[in-house]
């Protein structure tokens, strides 16, 4: 593929019906890259690349096995199994690591030679030695030995089966790495015989390199002993709620935030009184002694900036109830503690003129509530997707601070009046 193809290939999803799949979608004809929405695509061809691996990752990381196939089924794909997209990439990589050398390996030989590793015993056996006398003493001397050697033998079935394998992971991945494929691998032992030589080098082998390598082969081998070579594979799921939530939540949360979930239960006159489910705050930030309850959305409004896009009451009443749980029953600070809802957005690109990688588009509140209280008026925060899913690693410090940052813009806005009439509330 080319440059001009690759880019051609990706696209940024909306979020709407039909158009929510995040993830990799190809056949023997093409592929196409579905990125999530407030993504920002770079421009140069290496940059597309990584980003598309780094997409993977953030999948592999964040998805399970049974998201990705109910993904696969959305396209009509009846697949029994999961692609193991990162086998392939096991195989590919190991080949451009060795020069774009397919796997080969040496064996023992002997020659004849003036210097090197000396076999004695084949010396003595093959060469006849001079014989020496010096002051009655004899002596025997060799001029040519019977030396230990290697060499490559690319004829053995383990490269014939790599052939194959780097072959087939070139017609499904090979995009990902370079715009050209290898020559047809030739002659290799049947998928059933491959898998059983393989396994043999992977139980044979302690090099952590090469077990990659094999394990990576093996995977692939039973992959297609199930699956046909040229069906379409899908990697990736397709809502990518889920993922943002955890980004979110890996970036900015702290551990045992269980303990901040308020809990409820019904006491019930007949049986045993059962226990429901805590509401569970999607990720509770703590930085410099101030607490932000966070509930990742993965909405249109930062692509759109139309209000419909933006959290319902439902949501709404849901931050302010964690709010006063951890002001009542957590004793908080009523003035370190704020809310805030994160969407995605694209900073380069958005409907607010923003350019930073995180901002404040807003706040919301209850109208039966005062309003007097940071966490009663949740603040809304775009968040650029790029930068999340290169930055969500590790808690990034200078990532949290932009966020507080940006949330405790409440702090310079206005009170906001308390007003019956308006809002038609009658006591």
């Known amino acids: 593929m080319s440059e001009m193809h690759l880019c051609k290939i990706c696209q940024v999803n909306t979020n709407e019906e039909g158009n929510r799949f995040v993830g990799i979608q190809a056949d023997s004809h093409g592929a196409k890259v579905c990125f999530p929405i407030g993504y920002c695509l770079p421009e140069t061809d290496a940059e597309i690349r990584r980003d598309i691996r780094h997409l993977i990752q953030v999948l592999a990381e964040f998805t399970t096995k049974k998201e990705r196939l109910l993904a696969a089924r959305q396209f009509g794909a009846l697949q029994t199994v999961d692609f193991p997209i990162h086998a392939y990439q096991s195989v590919l990589e190991y080949y451009f ?17 003036p210097a090197g590793k000396q076999d004695w015993a084949r010396t003595v056996r093959k060469h006849t030695p001079l014989i020496q006398n010096q002051s009655g003493i004899s002596s025997f001397i060799y001029t040519a030995y019977e030396v230990r050697a290697s060499r490559p033998n690319d004829t053995k079935l383990i490269t014939q089966i790599n052939r ?10 090979g995009w990902l790495y370079v715009p050209y494929m290898p020559k047809e691998p030739g002659a290799h032992p049947d998928i059933r015989t491959s898998i059983a030589i393989v396994q043999q080098k992977l139980a044979a082998t302690n090099d952590d390199r090469k077990r990659m390598l094999f394990q990576g082969m093996k995977d692939m081998l039973e992959y297609m002993d199930e699956e046909t070579s040229d069906r379409a594979f899908y990697y990736g799921v397709d809502d990518f709620k889920g993922v943002w939530e955890q980004l979110v939540d890996r970036a900015f949360g702290v551990r045992d935030k269980e303990r901040y979930f308020p809990h409820s239960r019904w006491m019930l006159d007949y049986g045993d009184n059962r226990q429901t489910r805590p509401l569970q705050p999607d990720t509770i930030m703590i930085y410099e002694g101030k607490y932000y309850v966070l509930d990742a959305k993965c909405y249109k409004y930062g692509q759109s900036g139309i209000p419909a896009h933006l959290p319902d009451a439902s949501s709404i009443h849901k931050q302010i109830t964690y709010g006063e749980y951890l002001e009542k029953h957590q004793n908080v600070d009523v003035d370190k503690l704020f809310n805030a809802f994160l969407m ?29 209280k940071y966490y009663e008026r949740i603040q809304g925060i775009v968040v650029d997707t790029r930068h999340l899913m290169y930055h969500y690693a590790g808690k990034p410090a200078k990532e949290k601070a932009e966020l507080a940052a940006c949330i405790e813009t409440v702090r310079g806005r206005g009170q906001i009046a308390w007003n019956f009439e308006c809002c038609n509330i009658s006591l």
Not at 97 to 103: F, L, P, S, T, V
């Open 97 to 113: 690591a060795i020069g774009g050398r397919y796997y080969v390996e040496t064996e023992h030989t002997y020659l004849t030679a």
């Open 164 to 173: 194959f394998c780097v072959y087939e992971a070139f017609r499904k991945l």
């Open 344 to 372: 995605p957005y694209n900073m380069a690109e958005n409907p607010f003129g923003l350019h930073t990688i995180v901002g404040n588009i807003g706040e919301a509140i209850g109208d039966w509530r005062r309003n007097r």
